[in-house]
């Protein structure tokens, strides 16, 4: 949600649609309710609903408090490079009326367009919104209410990482998934890897090690480029083909012996991992383990698996 132009539209695009952020100039404004699901091309199950900035909780055909109830995160966008304080009003507004219906909704907020401010406009906005934001919510004695705060930008790939963290709190197989790559990079001599949902290039889950935009977005790059050569040379012709499937894999040696590696876990997920040339060279074994953790992946989201195993467990006792 957010106001009119706050860029809602513009983020949907460019994450789910891989619209250039140009031609997001040329988007007509929100002024109906849209909702998209993502579920068909993408690992992430889920909806999004695109709000028009004027919505009128009063008006008694906006059933708010159904569409709540089923929300998992609410998504608040604010143009930073706008006067905001009829924003924080929204923000205030919607974030209460949403608590009410669903005290389990995370509330994220973006304050967005950052691309235009420098480095120390942009962490003085984030102070003075968060403080705001949360003022306001104290003086209505909602301090138990918690947002989290995030810069982002259509022009590079801070929209993209916002999206991944927002995401990541709603799977609850996050630790495991953290884990198994924890596993897997210290077997393998690997130094970083990204669990990646291809189509929006969100990575849904990353070892422990801390992340860095650099190598981000070096993995977001490298996830175009394999699907941009594909798309071009390995599509066969025939309707059914697509340009990721169970034999796509990559490796791009960088010029500082670092090595990435691409490979398909599942339909929609890639792993792609940074490590240096000399662990490279132990490839059969990176191999064998990169086998165990697609396995175990299989495993974790295999729910028919989970039932047939809960359904024994229940039947043995
Ligand atoms: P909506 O009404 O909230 O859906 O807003 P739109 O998505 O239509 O965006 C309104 C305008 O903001 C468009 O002209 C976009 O090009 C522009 N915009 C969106 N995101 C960004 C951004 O990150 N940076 C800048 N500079 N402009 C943006």
Same mark, same amino acid.
Not at 154 to 174: G, N, R, T
Not at 181 to 206: C, M, P
Not at 247 to 260: F, G, K, P, R, W
């Given at each position: 949600?957010?106001l009119r132009?706050?860029g809602?539209s513009?983020?949907q695009?460019?994450v789910?649609h891989?619209?250039?952020?140009?031609?997001?100039?040329?988007l007509?404004?929100t002024n109906?309710?849209?909702?998209?699901d993502?579920?068909?091309s993408?690992?992430v199950?889920?909806?999004i609903w695109d709000?028009?900035?004027?919505?009128d909780f009063f008006?008694?055909?906006?059933?708010?408090?159904?569409?709540?109830r089923?929300?998992?995160?609410?998504?608040f966008?604010?143009d930073?490079?706008?006067d905001?304080?009829?924003?924080?009003?929204?923000l205030?507004?919607?974030v209460?009326?949403?608590?009410?219906?669903n005290?389990?909704?995370?509330?994220?907020v973006?304050?967005h367009?950052v691309?235009?401010?420098?480095?120390?406009?942009?962490?003085e906005k984030q102070?003075?919104?968060?403080k705001?934001?949360n003022?306001d919510l104290?003086d209505?004695?909602l301090?138990?209410i918690?947002?989290?705060f995030y810069?982002?930008?259509?022009y590079d790939h801070?929209?993209f990482?916002?999206f991944s963290?927002?995401?990541?709190k709603?799977i609850p197989q996050?630790?495991?998934?953290?884990n198994? $790559? %924890?596993?897997?990079?210290s077997?393998?001599g690997i !130094?970083k890897?990204?669990?990646?949902d291809v +189509?929006s290039?969100i990575?849904?889950?990353?070892?422990?090690?801390p992340v860095?935009m650099?190598t981000y977005?070096?993995?977001?790059?490298?996830?175009?480029v394999v699907?941009d050569i594909?798309?071009?040379y390995g599509?066969?012709?025939?309707?059914?083909?697509t340009?990721?499937?169970?034999?796509?894999?990559?490796?791009?040696? $960088? %010029?500082n012996?670092t090595?990435m590696?691409?490979? !398909?876990?599942?339909?929609?997920l890639?792993? +792609?991992?940074?490590l240096?040339?000399e662990?490279?060279?132990?490839?059969?074994?990176?191999d064998?383990?990169f086998?165990?953790?697609?396995?175990?992946?299989?495993?974790?989201?295999?729910?028919r698996l989970k039932?047939?195993?809960s359904?024994?467990?229940?039947s043995?006792r």
């Amino acid at each position: 949600m957010g106001l009119r132009r706050s860029g809602k539209s513009s983020i949907q695009k460019v994450v789910f649609h891989k619209m250039s952020p140009n031609e997001t100039l040329f988007l007509e404004s929100t002024n109906k309710i849209c909702r998209e699901d993502v579920s068909n091309s993408s690992f992430v199950s889920f909806q999004i609903w695109d709000f028009p900035g004027q919505i009128d909780f009063f008006d008694p055909t906006f059933d708010y408090e159904m569409i709540f109830r089923g929300t998992g995160a609410l998504i608040f966008v604010i143009d930073s490079q706008d006067d905001y304080v009829e924003a924080l009003s929204r923000l205030h507004l919607t974030v209460t009326r949403a608590y009410k219906v669903n005290p389990d909704i995370n509330f994220e907020v973006f304050i967005h367009k950052v691309d235009g401010l420098s480095d120390d406009h942009k962490i003085e906005k984030q102070r003075d919104i968060h403080k705001r934001a949360n003022d306001d919510l104290a003086d209505a004695g909602l301090e138990r209410i918690h947002l989290s705060f995030y810069l982002t930008s259509i022009y590079d790939h801070s929209i993209f990482e916002a999206f991944s963290k927002v995401v990541q709190k709603l799977i609850p197989q996050l630790p495991t998934l953290e884990n198994l $790559l %924890n596993i897997f990079i210290s077997n393998s001599g690997i !130094e970083k890897a990204f669990l990646f949902d291809v +189509v929006s290039k969100i990575y849904i889950a990353t070892d422990s090690s801390p992340v860095d935009m650099q190598t981000y977005e070096l993995c977001c790059d490298m996830i175009d480029v394999v699907i941009d050569i594909s798309c071009i040379y390995g599509l066969t012709g025939d309707e059914a083909g697509t340009p990721y499937d169970k034999e796509s894999m990559a490796i791009i040696h $960088l %010029n500082n012996t670092t090595v990435m590696y691409l490979k !398909e876990v599942t339909k929609f997920l890639a792993l +792609v991992c940074f490590l240096r040339e000399e662990s490279f060279e132990r490839k059969g074994l990176i191999d064998y383990n990169f086998h165990c953790f697609k396995k175990a992946i299989e495993e974790v989201f295999d729910v028919r698996l989970k039932v047939q195993r809960s359904r024994k467990l229940l039947s043995q006792r």
